[in-house]
T-cell receptor, first 113, second 116 residues
Framework: GESVGLHLPTLSVQEGDNSIINCAYS??????FIWYKQESGKGPQFIID?????DKRQGQRVTVLLNKTVKHLSLQIAATQPGDSAVYFC????????????FGKGTHLIIQP | EAQVTQNPRYLITVTGKKLTVTCSQN?????MSWYRQDPGLGLRQIYY???????DKGDVPEGYKVSRKEKRNFPLILESPSPNQTSLYFC???????????????FGQGTRLTVV
């Protein structure tokens, strides 16, 4: 079946370093991808999105890269801060709005002081 | 303030006792969804609704019902809860993704349900 998943369940980085969180997807027809951040005790929050007609999109301290050839998505966080500690999910939009989101299983980002 | 509000935040119930988790959004969004989150499984969609009186099954609909009588509300109903429905539940709402417009799904704070 089609799935969106992550390579690593936990990622530990030093404060100030850059973080890279990876995601693989299998539905080659997907044309819209979103990264969410979920802090403990809260619902997922939108970080950044990207359409399939783009390879890269930048936000504030975050960059999403999309490689359609190998169906791979990554989230780069620059100068990681303690507040970045959270579980990060990639989501694939199957079409429509909230109805169409398929989530990966999540990566827990841990920031070491 | 744009928000999705779920109630209750925490609920402990017994097997077979019907319950409803409410969800309300104030953004006039067309789309609303329910997800459950379980360790190691991420977020899985239960049901979704594309507009008033329009609902569809997601990936794990068994044991759940929903209704969409008004645009702002999308309650999740468990007619006869069982222990395997113990989970963390999230409601989400969004506008529609089109070729010209992206969307952002807004999530509620979550409802932690325990069925004993």
């Amino acid at each position: 079946g089609e799935s969106v998943g992550l390579h690593l369940p936990t990622l530990s980085v030093q404060e100030g370093d850059n973080s890279i969180i990876n995601c693989a997807y299998s539905n080659s027809a997907s044309d819209y991808f979103i990264w969410y951040k979920q802090e403990s005790g809260k619902g997922p929050q939108f970080i950044i999105d990207i359409r399939s007609n783009m390879d890269k999109r930048q936000g504030q301290r975050v960059t999403v890269l999309l490689n359609k050839t190998v169906k791979h998505l990554s989230l780069q966080i620059a100068a990681t801060q303690p507040g970045d500690s959270a579980v990060y999910f990639c989501a694939e939009n199957r079409g429509g709005g909230a109805d169409g989101l398929t989530f990966g299983k999540g990566t827990h980002l841990i920031i070491q002081p | 303030e744009a928000q999705v509000t779920q109630n209750p935040r925490y609920l402990i119930t017994v097997t077979g006792k019907k319950l409803t988790v409410t969800c309300s959004q104030n953004m006039n969004h067309e789309y609303m969804s329910w997800y459950r989150q379980d360790p190691g499984l991420g977020l899985r969609q239960i049901y979704y609704s594309m507009n008033v009186e329009v609902t569809d099954k997601g990936d794990v609909p068994e044991g759940y019902k929903v209704s969409r009588k008004e645009k702002r509300n999308f309650p999740l109903i468990l007619e006869s809860p069982s222990p395997n429905q113990t989970s963390l539940y999230f409601c989400a709402s969004s506008t529609r993704v089109t070729a010209d417009m992206n969307t952002e799904a807004f999530f509620g704070q979550g409802t932690r349900l325990t069925v004993v």
